[in-house]
T-cell receptor, first 112, second 112 residues
Framework: GQNIDQPTEMTATEGAIVQINCTYQTSGFNGLFWYQQHAGEAPTFLSYNVLDGLEEKGRFSSFLSRSKGYSYLLLKELQMKDSASYLCAVRDRAYNTDKLIFGTGTRLQVFP | ETGVTQSPTHLIKTRGQQVTLRCSSQSGHNTVSWYQQALGQGPQFIFQYYREEENGRGNFPPRFSGLQFPNYSSELNVNALELDDSALYLC???????????FGPGTRLTVL
């Protein structure tokens, strides 16, 4: 089966740090993506982890542990514009298809 | 801006009707994937096209069908529309084998 879990909602204060967790159990795994999605808009790419460890890109960092089926997205120095949904997605390349399996998304609200 | 375009932006249909959604992929991309995103949910994989052939399908009934054209643009067709088909339909383009899929802005379909 395919199961990707992430919290439904989180709140944080401007300037703070927030960590959004994602756990997964999927039949195939070829990497894990994080996307940001503002209401009514398309998902935009944030990060891609294939190997274990931390990837840092500006204010955003993403971590992966394949043995634990676990990832997190870390957002530092939060800004109001970071209020959005954050989607965790597992890449599955089984049966010669290259598809993304998404969690339900975490809606982050940043308050002044 | 990802260079992926979709039309129309919004669409209202009634139950039992048929609909065609269109996607133009980013220049140089030969693979298009379609996703359905219901309100408050993550995107769900419908199917993928590579070089004009269906290259994998998610858990969607046969009334969801598609095409890819020689210029790699794509169509999603849905027959016998049901109320539950109301959703944001996203297409994502990529170069086969590359890591990242780039999403278009989506088509918001409402079925009454």
């Amino acid at each position: 089966g395919q199961n990707i879990d992430q919290p439904t909602e989180m709140t944080a204060t401007e300037g703070a740090i927030v960590q959004i967790n994602c756990t997964y159990q999927t039949s195939g795994f070829n990497g894990l993506f994080w996307y940001q999605q503002h209401a009514g808009e398309a998902p935009t790419f944030l990060s891609y982890n294939v190997l274990d460890g931390l990837e840092e890109k500006g204010r955003f960092s993403s971590f992966l542990s394949r043995s634990k089926g676990y990832s997190y997205l870390l957002l530092k120095e939060l800004q109001m514009k970071d209020s959005a949904s954050y989607l965790c997605a597992v890449r599955d390349r089984a049966y010669n298809t290259d598809k993304l399996i998404f969690g339900t998304g975490t809606r982050l609200q940043v308050f002044p | 801006e990802t260079g992926v375009t979709q039309s129309p932006t919004h669409l209202i249909k009634t139950r039992g009707q048929q609909v065609t959604l269109r996607c133009s992929s980013q220049s140089g991309h030969n693979t298009v994937s379609w996703y359905q995103q219901a309100l408050g949910q993550g995107p769900q994989f419908i199917f993928q096209y590579y070089r004009e052939e269906e290259n994998g399908r998610g858990n969607f009934p046969p009334r969801f069908s598609g095409l890819q054209f020689p210029n790699y643009s794509s169509e999603l067709n849905v027959n016998a529309l049901e109320l539950d088909d109301s959703a944001l339909y996203l297409c994502a383009s990529s170069q086969w084998g590359a890591d990242t899929q780039y999403f278009g802005p989506g088509t918001r379909l409402t079925v009454l």
